[in-house]
């Protein structure tokens, strides 16, 4: 198990889930007509007790991120809807 991999056990593993939040960086969305399925620029934050874990991704950069810090550090030059 690589460091990444042990720091996401761990969290995950502190406790229960105090918080979820969604966030959408920006009022633009893909539709796709089959299946009512939206593609947008956002992420999720869960906060377990002993940090979070932040899933990004960006349609306009093509990445997708996990990181254990909050959604705002990721996306710091914009302000998320949430």
């Given at each position: 198990?690589?460091n990444?991999?042990k720091?996401f056990?761990?969290i995950?593993?502190?406790?229960?889930?105090?918080?979820?939040?969604?966030f959408?960086?920006?009022d633009?969305?893909?539709?796709?007509?089959?299946?009512k399925q939206?593609?947008?620029?956002?992420?999720?934050?869960?906060?377990f007790?002993a940090g979070?874990?932040?899933?990004?991704?960006?349609?306009?950069e093509?990445?997708?991120?996990?990181?254990f810090?909050?959604?705002?550090?990721?996306?710091?030059?914009?302000l998320p809807?949430?």
């Amino acid at each position: 198990m690589d460091n990444k991999e042990k720091q996401f056990d761990s969290i995950l593993k502190s406790g229960k889930l105090l918080e979820v939040k969604l966030f959408q960086v920006n009022d633009k969305f893909f539709e796709l007509s089959e299946g009512k399925q939206w593609i947008i620029d956002g992420g999720i934050e869960l906060t377990f007790p002993a940090g979070k874990v932040t899933l990004g991704w960006s349609t306009k950069e093509e990445v997708f991120c996990l990181e254990f810090r909050a959604f705002s550090d990721l996306y710091n030059s914009q302000l998320p809807l949430e």
